[in-house]
């Protein structure tokens, strides 16, 4: 592994500590709870308008930002942009107090559309930095090295909310993400200027193109058929990593520390569930895994309307993470098979704009359930019928194998 292929792959070492930390476990309950208070479910409506928000931001400039990527030589200096942008937002939590729901709500919006808008940038890096043949174990590497770095920063606040103020955490991640992303920032490839295309032409033509690939594929009743799915379940995934840690906190009473005990222990089920059934897949075939992956999501978010003590609430979390790594691989497969020769880059920026807009309805649906009724429990099923939807409608697709 060389020193552009070590920094890549630090670079998901580090933003991997605002996923863990930030996205999932401790910041949401920190938010919703003391920040804004929680009681009536109003913490939960505005962190799911906070998330919905950042990442509607994202997915709208999504195009605009692929084709910056993809066009001209700017990739460097976005990425540090981007990046900056989050990691100082990430430090200002430090100076939030109850009671400061606004400045909360607009900080998160720029820590997040900072993080995922970086992400557009980072993945342009890839085939820049290994040969195509290399590209799905260096991407590999990535995804194994960005664990590590969740499960370090988890500890890392263990160990900081047992000694310190909670808001030390907050600059352990924003000194966790601006260290270790350094080496990218030394050692990726340099933007080359006087080559490519200007940053308004650049992403006047990503827009152009991934606009033209989304008429395209709208076209094709069962292109379709597969972007809705994947946009309403995927919503419902991308729902219960937001809501997760914030239910297990107001309503069954979990502090920190055993908030990041289940965190690790889903990512641990989550690995051992996509390497067991990473060869189902192709011998089964991914529409197969993807209904039974869903099958199991509408049955553990029934049983979250039902679950009373923390014990079995680890225990369905854990099932949980069997299928969310199994989920995301057989989605991806089954949509390969609808890419068309040589044409994989442009229909993947279809793939990833979908993606990124799957983070908008669900968190403002379960916010406004949970203030509504003052009560967690009734959200948790109207996130059952976003993969009740998603799997009905991927019944119906014919699926192609390549």
Known sequence: MNKKTFSWCLFDFANSSYSAVIAATIFPVFYANHIVGNAHGQGDLWWGRAIAVSMALVALSSPFLGGIADYSRLKKRMLFLFTFISVLSVASF????????????????????GMEGGLVFYNAFLPEIAEKDQHGRVSAWGFGIGYAGSIIALFLAIFLLKNSSIHTVWVMVAVFFGVFSIPAFLYLPEDRSGVGKGMKDAAKEGLKTTLRHLLSMWRDKNKRRFLLAYLLYEDGVNTVIVFSSIFAATTLGFKEAELIYMYLLVQFTALTGSFIMASRIDTWGPKKVVIITLCLWVVVTVTAFFIQSKVAFVVLASFAGLGLGTLQGATRALYTGFIPKDEES??????????????????LVFGYISSIWGNQRPAILSVAIFFIIGLAIIYTIEENKR
């Open 346 to 363: 442009r229909y993947f920026g279809v793939y990833n704009l979908v993606g990124k807009s799957s983070a908008i309805i669900g968190p």
């Open 94 to 113: 430090s100076f939030l107090e109850k009671g400061m729901v606004i400045t909360g709500f607009i900080m998160i919006i720029l820590a997040n559309t």
